[in-house]
């Protein structure tokens, strides 16, 4: 979002204060998490705090807009959260049960910053329409902006040769369990809730707990194809996860789930391949379309093609400034 704000010619100045650094899980719950969030916040509000034309906060700042509205001073303030705090812990993740203190506790979090901003931003069609009906706002109360990619790093440039390539938190999200099911040969990076299932995982599939972002475009580079997400939980539906964008952004031919989201974007066929959620089979067969090199270079095209027209950083550099002179 910052890179396609400066590419668009917006002066952005960055107030951040570290609280999740250095921490592969994020999301810790706990006396040492609110103490660093309770420093943070105090670390802002000393801050300067003059001139802003907007305040943007990002994920994952649900508990940040009330220092942002400090800081605003009667400017428009903008909340992209990317994700609902109650749909991730408790629906997608199961860390906690619905009916329990904790998720009513996290539904009112995410009620009340979607309430504090004058625009929110989501991702999708999908999560827009979730989200006001979350935060009890208006729909017209919440734009769609796509994610993309940082281009710095994620350029065209598709080698192929190597394995299908998946990337992502091991959470129920992605459907690990349907990409070790369809018992196809697969690199998988990441660490998780779910690393359990890769102890006991097929010997085609290899395990690479951890790869430090700047090395993630040469992995997908040399992949035969990359692995979106393929869940079955009501999120999965409404997401387009990040680690799409950077594959098509590097021209690699994508295989993801056929959702509503998925369909905001991409055509199967055309510039992805485009799988029912949850069915090993199907995610079997696309993988193995996908060793004709003839049909896989048309897919990493087409692709490409599709995020240059809707999510490369100069669209959405010009959506996001559009966005913001409208308040």
Excluded at 35 to 59: E, N
Excluded at 60 to 88: E, K, M, Q, Y
Excluded at 152 to 175: M, S
Excluded at 262 to 269: C, F, N, S, T, Y
Aim: with cysteine; proline share 6%.
């Amino acid at each position: 979002m910052i890179s396609c704000l400066r590419r668009a010619g917006v002066e952005v100045v960055e107030r951040h204060e570290p609280v999740w650094e250095g921490r592969v899980h994020k999301f810790g719950a706990g006396a040492g998490t609110a103490l660093r969030l309770g420093l943070a916040q105090a670390r802002l509000r000393r801050g300067r705090q003059d001139g802003w034309d907007a305040v943007v906060v990002g994920y994952p700042g649900h508990f940040d807009l009330g220092a942002a509205r400090r800081a605003a001073r009667g400017a428009p303030v903008v909340f992209n959260p990317l994700v609902s705090l109650w749909d991730t812990l408790v629906e997608d993740r199961r860390r906690f049960r619905s009916d329990s203190a904790a998720a009513r506790a996290l539904r009112a979090i995410d009620r009340r910053a979607l309430r504090a901003a004058d625009l929110v931003v989501a991702d999708t069609e999908a999560n827009a329409d979730f989200l006001a009906e979350l935060g009890g706002i208006p729909r017209d109360r919440v734009a769609v902006c796509l994610v993309g990619a940082e281009e710095r790093l994620f350029r065209p440039g598709w080698r192929g040769g190597g394995a299908p390539l998946f990337v992502g938190k091991l959470i129920p999200l992605h459907g690990l369990e349907t990409i070790l099911a369809a018992r196809r040969r697969v690199r998988v990076v990441g660490s998780g809730q779910l690393e359990a299932l890769l102890r006991s995982r097929p010997p085609e599939v290899e395990w690479i707990p951890w790869v430090e972002y700047e090395r993630l475009p040469e992995e997908l580079l040399r992949a035969g194809c990359a692995l979106g997400i393929f869940g079955t939980t009501p999120k999965a539906a409404r997401v387009i996860p990040n680690k799409a964008f950077q594959a098509l952004a590097c021209g690699v031919p994508l295989v993801t789930a056929d959702t509503p989201a998925a369909r905001e974007l991409l055509v199967d066929g055309e510039s992805a391949l485009l799988v029912p959620a949850g069915e090993p089979a199907a995610l079997a067969a696309a993988l193995d379309r996908l060793e004709d090199r003839v049909f896989a270079d048309r897919i990493a095209g087409g692709g490409l093609a599709a995020y240059r027209a809707r999510a490369s950083e100069e669209v959405l550099g010009a959506r996001w400034r559009s966005l913001l002179e409208s308040l």
